[in-house]
């Protein structure tokens, strides 16, 4: 059974930083698959906010996070990272990894992870 955990959500000041994890499991083939992360606040559809090819050598950010948040994966870890800086109160959310057969299907994944909450103060 595929099983996406992540770490590393946590309150935070604005202007802060964070580096979310999540580690992949359960027989996945992990470097075949693009990896997303994605955000949910209370009141507002989930939305793609970053993702990264099977390679780690393409990537994709939403308009919002473009310059402040980075997106990775160690293949040899079977983990992807989404390092978020220059945090603000919007970026307050449920942030969810998830792994997709390809880029261009980025936006229909096919696991999820349960989800790790990202809290910005003004």
């Known amino acids: 059974q595929v099983q996406l955990v992540e770490s590393g959500g946590e309150w935070v000041q604005a202007g802060g930083s964070l580096r979310l994890s999540c580690a992949a499991s359960?027989?996945?083939?992990?470097?075949?698959?693009?990896m997303s992360w994605f955000r949910q606040s209370p009141g507002k559809e989930r939305e793609l906010v970053a993702a990264?090819?099977?390679?780690?050598?393409?990537?994709y950010y939403t308009d919002s996070v473009k310059g402040r948040f980075t997106v990775s994966r160690d293949n040899a870890k079977n983990t992807v990272y989404l390092q978020l800086n220059s945090l603000k109160p919007e970026d307050t959310a449920v942030y969810y990894c998830?792994?997709?057969?390809?880029?261009?299907?980025?936006?229909?994944?096919?696991?999820w992870g349960q989800g790790t909450q990202v809290s910005v103060s003004s």
């Open positions: 998830a792994a997709s057969g390809s880029m261009e299907a980025m936006t229909s994944p096919l696991y």
């Open positions: 990264v090819s099977e390679s780690g050598r393409s990537t």
């Open positions: 359960g027989g996945i083939a992990f470097s075949y698959y693009a």
